[in-house]
């Protein structure tokens, strides 16, 4: 049974679409995160959600847009993709917003912008 | 702001050799400190983490780390490398202070060799 699921796992698209990646936890977590891991694997955070509220908004672009329906999603909707964008993004989760919380990621979404 | 230096990118290994993965940080206030492993394909993956105590730290598939303040580092170690242990290990800095998000170094590829 996956702890933190994302879908899809590969995303093609052309510049300019929108896409949205989806995420799921079953661990009962309350804090959720977006990760964005480049091409030489630099792993940086964008966003995180403590119950469906925003706590860290790193500086990502406005076309980056979280939503995060209950505790258990966190969704990234991305407008006019750029060929910058392609990366493999990761959703982590935690069981709370404190940062000594181990946090559980789920398996990565490779979006390649052509 | 903190930050982190793993000082080598890629560090190859004979199996059942030790195995030091290097860490420095940089930060003004104290400090958590964690190593992340990523294999292949795969989400990361919490292997242990300092927060406070003892200085020596032991994680998961016989690692374990050192926090020495006075050389801000936290070093991970294993004395017999597997096959199975070839991996991306990333070491990551957050502050005991509100929700400071994790802020990771560029990665390690250990490359375990037969």
């Known amino acids: 049974d996956t702890a933190v699921s994302q879908t899809p796992k590969y995303l093609v698209t052309q510049m300019g679409n929108d896409k949205s990646i989806k995420c799921e936890q079953n661990l009962g977590h309350d804090t959720m995160y977006w990760y964005k891991q480049d091409s030489k694997k630099f792993l940086k955070i964008m966003f995180s959600y403590n119950n469906k509220e925003l706590i860290i908004n790193e500086t990502v672009p406005n076309r980056f847009s979280p939503k995060s329906p209950d505790k258990a999603h966190l969704n990234l909707h991305i407008n006019s993709l750029e060929l910058g964008d392609s990366a493999v993004y990761f959703c982590?989760?935690?069981?709370?917003?404190?940062?000594?919380?181990?946090?559980?990621f789920g398996p990565g979404t490779r979006l390649t912008v052509t | 702001a903190q930050s982190v230096t793993q000082l080598d990118s890629q560090v190859p290994v004979f199996e059942e050799a030790p195995v030091e993965l290097r860490c420095n940080y940089s930060?003004?206030?104290?400090?958590?400190l964690f190593w992340y492993v990523q294999y292949p394909n795969q989400g990361l993956q919490l292997l242990l983490k300092?927060?406070?105590?003892?200085?020596l730290v032991k994680g998961i598939n016989g690692f374990e780390a050192e926090f020495n303040k006075s050389q801000t580092s936290f070093h991970l170690r294993k004395p017999s490398v597997h096959i199975s242990d070839t991996a991306e290990y990333f070491c990551a800095v957050s502050t005991p202070s509100g929700n400071t998000p994790l802020v990771f170094g560029k990665g390690t590829r250990l490359s375990v060799i037969a």
């Open positions: 300092y927060l406070s105590g003892s200085t």
């Open positions: 982590a989760s935690s069981q709370g917003a404190l940062s000594f919380y181990e946090q559980y």
């Open positions: 930060s003004s206030v104290s400090v958590y």
